[in-house]
């Protein structure tokens, strides 16, 4: 089973920043944050990930809490091309990847 | 194009027949998944490589499920016998035994068993 824990879906107008949470309570020490998504028939593509410390790059930035028991995504400024199923995973540095089901972002013209 | 390539991109089976899907992963890449996901569900683990060794397996590669790698380079997925519950999509992905575990997937495999 997922260890996280998303909404299943959330709306964001274009150029908007878009704000996905993520619950990982039981997350382990050594264990990583990863962010996916999956654009409508696609394989899911890799976003960012973080251990402790909060990340940026040039797709996205991601927040993890003091107590890295839940994360944000930050998209800063969506556009429609970013509508699609985000996934929080939480995992090892070498493991398989277990995904959920994710949180459908939709972006509003 | 240098990311992961799966062939062929759709499938059309009947069943009681054998499949037979191919992922060629990122050419430096060691590690090589395969996943398969049904409509309105995450991806879910099969198996995968490390080389051409095949590492871990999941409870849901019944015996009618094979999967190689024979020379550490490209891998096959065989699904004998297929039954309607097998149509999915079916995808693979690589990534470096080195370092932090960034999965990079192919398009996938739709697989649709009448």
């Known amino acids: 089973d997922a260890k996280t824990t998303q909404p299943p879906s959330m709306d964001c107008a274009e150029g908007r920043a878009a704000n996905l949470p993520c619950n990982h309570s039981t997350i382990s020490g050594n264990e990583y944050v990863y962010w996916y998504r999956q654009i409508h028939s696609q394989g899911p593509q890799y976003i960012i990930h973080?251990?402790?410390n909060n990340e940026t790059n040039e797709m996205a930035s991601l927040i993890i809490t003091e107590d890295r028991k839940s994360s944000t995504l930050i998209l800063p400024h969506a556009t429609l091309r970013d509508t699609a199923v985000y996934y929080c995973?939480?995992?090892?540095?070498?493991?398989?990847?277990?995904f959920g089901t994710g949180t459908l972002l939709a972006v509003q013209p | 194009d240098t990311g992961v390539s799966q062939d062929p991109r759709h499938k059309i089976t009947k069943r009681g027949q054998n499949v037979t899907f191919r992922c060629d992963p990122i050419s430096e890449h060691n590690r090589l998944y395969w996943y398969r996901q049904t409509l309105g569900q995450g991806p879910e683990f099969l198996t995968y490589f490390q080389n051409e060794a095949q590492l871990e397996k999941s409870r849901l590669l019944s015996d009618r499920f094979s999967a190689e790698r024979p020379k550490g380079s490209f891998s096959t997925l065989e699904i004998q016998r297929t039954e309607q519950g097998d149509s999915a999509m079916y995808l693979c992905?690589?990534?470096?035994?080195?370092?932090?575990?960034?999965?990079?997937f192919g398009a996938g495999t739709r697989l649709s068993v009448l």
């Open positions: 973080g251990l402790k």
């Open positions: 995973i939480v995992g090892g540095a070498t493991n398989k990847l277990i």
């Open positions: 992905a690589s990534s470096l035994a080195a370092g932090i575990n960034i999965q990079y």
